[in-house]
């Protein structure tokens, strides 16, 4: 390697460090530092939800072992180490499926939205009620500091017996 080339490598690595230090590496939410989960895809479903309004669209919410064993034992408040995923995608009618029903009716899953991330870990998050949030476009994540504030904002208003978790485990 010419000693450019070595120069150059250094630099870029100096640069990427120092990003990386400042948290704008755009893979961890700001506020609460929460980063996608591996494998997050492939985790079992507790339930569906879909959002009228502004949002329009159709919800999966996913979790690891950890949660969904918390959701079908209804234990409350959820152990450190649960994960939840909420994967939203705009809620489109689908001119294709209604070719082979009588009446226009069938509404899919389009383009995905965003995903969001709720983590419990009560000691990293006391003030939040043990939880941490994120959210991610395209895998990246919202680095509005504003947007993750209005997360445990809303999420606080449910009993406290919830746990700050809205949904329910659809069997
Ligand atoms: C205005 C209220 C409101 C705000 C703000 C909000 N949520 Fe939620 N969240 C809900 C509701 C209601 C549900 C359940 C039904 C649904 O998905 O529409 C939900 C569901 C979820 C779920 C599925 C688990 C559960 O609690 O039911 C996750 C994960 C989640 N939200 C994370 C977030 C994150 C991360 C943010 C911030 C970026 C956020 N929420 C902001 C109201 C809110």
Not at 29 to 57: C, F, L, M, Q
Not at 98 to 114: H, I, L, R, Y
Not at 128 to 154: D, H, M, R
């Amino acid at each position: 390697m010419s000693k450019l080339k070595i120069l150059a490598s250094a630099c870029a690595f100096v640069v990427l460090s120092s990003v990386a230090a400042s948290g704008l590496t755009g893979d961890s939410s700001p506020v609460y530092g929460v980063k996608v989960p591996d494998g997050y895809r492939h985790w079992e479903v507790i339930t569906v939800a879909h959002e009228a309004g502004e949002n329009n669209d159709i919800r999966a919410v996913l979790g690891n072992d950890i949660a969904l064993k918390a959701f079908r034992d209804g234990t409350r408040p959820f152990p450190d180490g649960t994960i939840i995923a909420r994967l939203a995608y705009f809620y489109e009618s689908s001119p294709e499926n209604d070719q082979v029903v009588t009446a226009p009716q069938s509404f899919v899953a389009g383009k995905p939205t965003n995903v969001q991330i709720s983590i419990k870990d009560s000691k990293k998050y006391p003030e939040t009620g043990g939880w941490g949030y994120g959210q991610f476009e395209n895998g990246v994540t919202n680095p509005s500091e504003p947007l993750i504030k209005t997360c445990f904002a809303c999420h606080v208003k449910l009993d406290p017996s919830k746990d700050f978790v809205f949904s329910h485990y659809s069997p």
